[in-house]
C-alpha cells in the first residue's frame, strides 16, 4: 500500500492506494487560511502539519505501508528553524504584500530578465518578491530561520528530518532549467544572494525514512503531481485543474524564454521534460463569490446555467476577482473583475453563466499559452458541475478527459513515492470523455472578443498603478 498525501491550502487529504492504483481509504481534515490584514495571507504551520499527522494516523490501519508520497501547495514562503518548526506564520501564494516590489522589479526590468534566464515570469505570491518583503519589513524574522521552504517539504521535514526539496518547488525562482540546481545570478538579480543559506538541497528524489521506518518522498508540488497523477506523460498534453484557482499546465521538452514573459517552467523528475504552467488566479473561487452575491449556491449552478443560454443573452464578465490580481498568462497584481452588458432584461442566471463562461476563456487563454497541442486531462472540484464542464469542452474546442474525485494530486504523490522505491507505474486513469457541443463556434468568436477585453483592461490597470 502506498499513500499519498496532498496538503492543499483548505484541506489536507491523505489516500492509500493498493498496488493496481485503487483508493482503498481516504481521509480528510479542513485547514485555516487566514487574511492577516489587506492582501496579506497567512496559514500556522503547526496546524497544517498537526492536520498531515492525523489523517495519515487515520489510515494507519488499512494495511502494512509502503512509502509515503507528500505533495502540497506550492509557492509562498514557510520559514522554519533547523527542527522543522516555524519562526513565523507561513506566507501563502495568494498573498500580495509583495505586490509594490513586483511592481518595482517589473519597471526594473528584473522580472523580464528573470523571465529570460527561467521561463517563469515571478507574482506576488512567489517566494522571491516575498521573500525581499520580509527582508524588508521583518528581517529577524529571516535571521531566526535555518529554511526557506515550501509546506510539503515542512510535512516531510517534520516527519522525518529531511532538510530538502524536489525540482518542481526549487524551480520558481532560482533554479537554472538547464542545470537543475540553483543559480546565484538569479539570487542576485533579486537583491537576495545574502539569503542563499535559507534555500533546502534540490534532491532526485527526497527521501527519507520517518520514525517507524517507512520511507517518507517530498514529491513534486501539486500542480505538477496533479500532472503526474493525471497520466499527462505525452509531449503536448496538458492538465486543467479546476479548483479554487485554475491550473493550466502542459508538457514539453524544450524550455522557452521568448515572447512576452509569463506563466511558469517547472522541472520534473524526468530529464528534458518540463512543465509548462499557467497557474491562474482566477477559478472556482470567482464563481463562488458570484453565486454567493446572487443568492445562490454550487447545488444551483445546474439550473442556473441551462436557464441561461450560450454568450449569456449578451452579459460578459472578466473573472479577476483574486484580490492579488492575476499571474497567468500574464501578471498583474491590480487586476479586477467586471461585468459588461448589464440591463432590466437580463437577470441572474445571465450574470452566473458569463463567469462560468469567462472562467473557461481564461483557461483557454492559459492552454493556448502553454502551447497545448494533445490530449486534455480535466480534473478538480468545479469538473464535478457537468454543466460547467460542457461550457469549457465548448470554449476549448477539444474533447476533455474528465477525472473524477479529488485525489489526483494524492495520486501523483503516491506515483512518486513508487518510483523512489524502485516499483512500476500504475496505467493512466481512463476517465470521462466530454465532447465539444454545438456552441463550439460561437463560442470561438467569443474568445476573441474576451481576448481583446482583457488586453483593454491591461493598458487601464497599468495607467491605475502609475
Given at each position: 500500500?502506498?499513500?499519498?498525501?496532498?496538503?492543499?491550502?483548505?484541506?489536507?487529504?491523505?489516500?492509500?492506494?493498493?498496488?493496481?492504483?485503487?483508493?482503498?481509504?481516504?481521509?480528510?481534515?479542513?485547514?485555516?487560511?487566514?487574511?492577516?490584514?489587506?492582501?496579506?495571507?497567512?496559514?500556522?504551520?503547526?496546524?497544517?502539519?498537526?492536520?498531515?499527522?492525523?489523517?495519515?494516523?487515520?489510515?494507519?490501519?488499512?494495511?502494512?505501508?509502503?512509502?509515503?508520497?507528500?505533495?502540497?501547495?506550492?509557492?509562498?514562503?514557510?520559514?522554519?528553524?533547523?527542527?522543522?518548526?516555524?519562526?513565523?506564520?507561513?506566507?501563502?501564494?495568494?498573498?500580495?504584500?509583495?505586490?509594490?516590489?513586483?511592481?518595482?522589479?517589473?519597471?526594473?526590468?528584473?522580472?523580464?530578465?528573470?523571465?529570460?534566464?527561467?521561463?517563469?515570469?515571478?507574482?506576488?505570491?512567489?517566494?522571491?518578491?516575498?521573500?525581499?518583503?520580509?527582508?524588508?519589513?521583518?528581517?529577524?524574522?529571516?535571521?531566526?530561520?535555518?529554511?526557506?521552504?515550501?509546506?510539503?517539504?515542512?510535512?516531510?521535514?517534520?516527519?522525518?528530518?529531511?532538510?530538502?526539496?524536489?525540482?518542481?518547488?526549487?524551480?520558481?525562482?532560482?533554479?537554472?532549467?538547464?542545470?537543475?540546481?540553483?543559480?546565484?545570478?538569479?539570487?542576485?538579480?533579486?537583491?537576495?544572494?545574502?539569503?542563499?543559506?535559507?534555500?533546502?538541497?534540490?534532491?532526485?528524489?527526497?527521501?527519507?525514512?520517518?520514525?517507524?521506518?517507512?520511507?517518507?518522498?517530498?514529491?513534486?508540488?501539486?500542480?505538477?503531481?496533479?500532472?503526474?497523477?493525471?497520466?499527462?506523460?505525452?509531449?503536448?498534453?496538458?492538465?486543467?485543474?479546476?479548483?479554487?484557482?485554475?491550473?493550466?499546465?502542459?508538457?514539453?521538452?524544450?524550455?522557452?524564454?521568448?515572447?512576452?514573459?509569463?506563466?511558469?517552467?517547472?522541472?520534473?523528475?524526468?530529464?528534458?521534460?518540463?512543465?509548462?504552467?499557467?497557474?491562474?488566479?482566477?477559478?472556482?473561487?470567482?464563481?463562488?463569490?458570484?453565486?454567493?452575491?446572487?443568492?445562490?449556491?454550487?447545488?444551483?449552478?445546474p439550473e442556473l446555467l441551462a436557464a441561461s443560454p450560450a454568450g449569456a443573452n449578451g452579459v460578459t464578465a472578466l473573472p479577476f476577482f483574486a484580490e492579488a490580481g492575476e499571474r497567468a498568462p500574464f501578471v498583474a497584481p491590480h487586476a479586477r473583475a467586471r461585468l459588461d452588458g448589464l440591463h432590466v432584461g437580463v437577470d441572474r442566471t445571465d450574470v452566473v453563466r458569463a463567469v462560468a463562461e469567462a472562467i473557461a476563456y481564461a483557461a483557454r487563454h492559459c492552454l493556448t499559452a502553454a502551447g497545448l497541442t494533445g490530449e486534455l486531462v480535466v480534473c478538480g472540484g468545479g469538473a464535478a458541475s457537468r454543466p460547467w464542464l460542457q461550457i469549457f469542452a465548448d470554449v476549448l474546442g477539444r474533447p476533455l478527459r474528465a477525472l473524477s474525485g479529488d485525489e489526483v494530486g494524492a495520486r501523483g504523490a503516491a506515483l512518486a513515492a513508487r518510483q523512489a522505491i524502485g516499483l512500476p507505474a500504475?496505467?493512466?486513469?481512463?476517465?470521462?470523455?466530454?465532447?465539444?457541443?454545438?456552441?463550439?463556434?460561437?463560442?470561438?468568436?467569443?474568445?476573441?472578443?474576451?481576448?481583446?477585453?482583457?488586453?483593454?483592461?491591461?493598458?487601464?490597470?497599468?495607467?491605475?498603478?502609475?
Open positions: 500500500m502506498i499513500i499519498g498525501l496532498d496538503a492543499g491550502t483548505t484541506v489536507i487529504k491523505a489516500v492509500a492506494f493498493d498496488d493496481d492504483g485503487v483508493p482503498v481509504a481516504r481521509a480528510a481534515e479542513r485547514a485555516r487560511l487566514d487574511r492577516a490584514g489587506p492582501g496579506r495571507y497567512e496559514q500556522d504551520p503547526d496546524e497544517v502539519f498537526a492536520a498531515a499527522e492525523t489523517v495519515l494516523g487515520q489510515l494507519a490501519g488499512h494495511g502494512p505501508v509502503d512509502a509515503i508520497g507528500v505533495t502540497g501547495q506550492g509557492d509562498g514562503v514557510w520559514l522554519s528553524d533547523a527542527e522543522g518548526k516555524p519562526v513565523r506564520p507561513a506566507v501563502s501564494w495568494l498573498d500580495a504584500r509583495a505586490g509594490d516590489i513586483l511592481a518595482r522589479w517589473q519597471r526594473d526590468g528584473i522580472l523580464e530578465a528573470l523571465f529570460r534566464r527561467t521561463g517563469s515570469l515571478l507574482f506576488p505570491g512567489a517566494a522571491a518578491p516575498i521573500l525581499a518583503a520580509l527582508a524588508e519589513q521583518e528581517p529577524a524574522a529571516l535571521a531566526a530561520a535555518t529554511t526557506a521552504g515550501y509546506c510539503k517539504d515542512m510535512v516531510v521535514q517534520r516527519l522525518t528530518g529531511l532538510r530538502a526539496t524536489d525540482p518542481s518547488d526549487a524551480s520558481v525562482p532560482f533554479l537554472d532549467p538547464r542545470t537543475g540546481d540553483y543559480a546565484d545570478d538569479l539570487l542576485e538579480l533579486c537583491g537576495l544572494a545574502g539569503h542563499r543559506r535559507l534555500l533546502a538541497p534540490v534532491r532526485r528524489p527526497p527521501m527519507a525514512p520517518r520514525a517507524d521506518g517507512t520511507p517518507v518522498v517530498a514529491a513534486p508540488y501539486d500542480l505538477p503531481a496533479s500532472a503526474w497523477g493525471g497520466g499527462v506523460t505525452e509531449v503536448g498534453d496538458g492538465l486543467l485543474i479546476i479548483g479554487t484557482t485554475l491550473a493550466c499546465q502542459v508538457l514539453t521538452d524544450t524550455v522557452d524564454t521568448t515572447g512576452e514573459p509569463c506563466g511558469l517552467t517547472l522541472a520534473t523528475w524526468t530529464e528534458g521534460r518540463w512543465l509548462r504552467a499557467m497557474p491562474a488566479m482566477v477559478g472556482a473561487a470567482a464563481l463562488d463569490w458570484v453565486l454567493a452575491l446572487v443568492g445562490a449556491g454550487v447545488g444551483d449552478l500504475w496505467a493512466a486513469p481512463t476517465g470521462v470523455i466530454v465532447e465539444p457541443g454545438p456552441d463550439a463556434a460561437r463560442y470561438a468568436g467569443g474568445f476573441d472578443r474576451y481576448l481583446r477585453a482583457v488586453s483593454h483592461a491591461r493598458d487601464w490597470w497599468e495607467e491605475e498603478q502609475q
